[in-house]
């Protein structure tokens, strides 16, 4: 099939949220795709769509309407031909896609980890008994309680910025920022230390972007595929099968890392009590083919071993 290409006078028109790291993500898509096909700057045009999970900062995600209040009104343009493709944390992504759209591009994965973020401290053994923490995960809120009870979180919404202004203003001793963000923004300022991920196992599909078009214009698929990364693909079939065997929302502590050693996927999973007072963890290995399998195997597991109210949203 022969790709029709932007120009300026008819460019590609890319949705994102407006803040600095989706903005971020957002050029990096236009880059690539600039490099892919030696096209100008012009030939694409951000769109800048305002989502009602940034408009409330406030509030816990999960009394507001969980991971879709990022994604619904980038997506109605996208469905209604206002932008031509939608670039998104995948991190942020529910698990299935509105009728008519189809998320089957990524990037290459930046940093998984997670990052402490402290000016005085640099990990969390360093936090003294009932320190106060920032943090609007409800993934990390729960890892930290599970091996810290003692220590007091504090809800810290909003964008990168937002968070570290918080901290600034002493309303926590330390926050947690995904260590990819903190790289794509070039933040070598900020004082974060890598958390290793078998200390606190990152969020599924942290650290990677995806490229979200209409099913049925093949168009587009084209000049995405010039981009797409398999790797990242193959991992995040994985992570994402895992969490949605586990249902999984912004009302839940979920953790999930896909690794590849030449042609063996290591898949990891972690489910917690909200409260951080149980979890339970596993992994499975074996041909990056099976992936998909292995994380709906991986989640039903955890799941047999969950006792009766575990998971608060059954």
């Known amino acids: 099939m022969t790709v029709h290409l932007p120009t300026p006078d008819s460019p590609l028109k890319i949705g994102t949220r407006g803040s600095p790291l989706a903005l971020a993500q957002a ?9 892919a096909f030696d096209l100008p700057e012009g030939a694409f045009e951000i769109v800048i769509i305002k989502v009602t999970g940034d408009a409330i900062q406030d509030r816990p995600l999960k009394e507001i309407g969980g991971k879709g209040l990022f994604t619904r009104e980038i997506e109605e343009d996208l469905l209604s031909g206002k932008i031509d493709i939608a670039v998104h944390s995948m991190k942020d992504m529910p698990t299935i896609q509105p009728d008519g759209l189809v998320l089957d ?4 994965r930046e ?9 005085q401290l640099s990990g969390i053994a360093d936090l003294a008994s009932g ?54 923004l070039n933040m070598d300022h900020v004082p974060a230390t890598p958390i290793d991920a078998s200390d606190m196992l990152p969020a599924v599909a942290q650290g990677a972007i995806g490229i979200e078009r209409r099913i ?22 994985a992570e994402r099968s895992f969490l949605l065997t586990l249902d999984g929302s912004c009302e839940t502590p979920i ?13 990891r999973g972690e489910v917690l009590r909200p409260d951080g007072s149980d979890a339970i963890a596993g992994r499975r290995s074996g041909p990056v083919a099976d992936g998909a399998e292995m994380g709906r195997d991986l989640a039903k597991q955890l799941l047999s071993q969950a006792g009766d109210g575990f998971f608060d949203w059954h």
């Open 27 to 35: 050029y990096e898509t236009r880059e690539r795709l600039m490099r």
């Open 111 to 119: 940093d998984v980890r997670d990052a402490f973020v402290s000016p």
């Open 131 to 184: 320190a106060v923490v920032g943090t609007s995960s409800l993934r990390r809120k729960a890892q930290l309680l599970h091996r810290r009870p003692d220590l007091k979180v504090v809800e810290f919404r909003g964008n990168v910025q937002t968070r570290l202004k918080k901290l600034a203003d002493g309303v926590a001793e330390c926050t947690f920022l995904a260590a990819a963000g903190l790289n794509r």
């Open 216 to 237: 049925a214009d093949d168009n587009t698929a084209g000049l995405l595929a010039a981009i797409h990364d398999t790797e990242t693909g193959q991992r995040l079939a």
């Open 255 to 267: 953790a999930g890392l896909a690794e590849l050693d030449g042609g063996t996927l290591n898949l």
């Open 105 to 108: 591009t990524y990037l290459p």
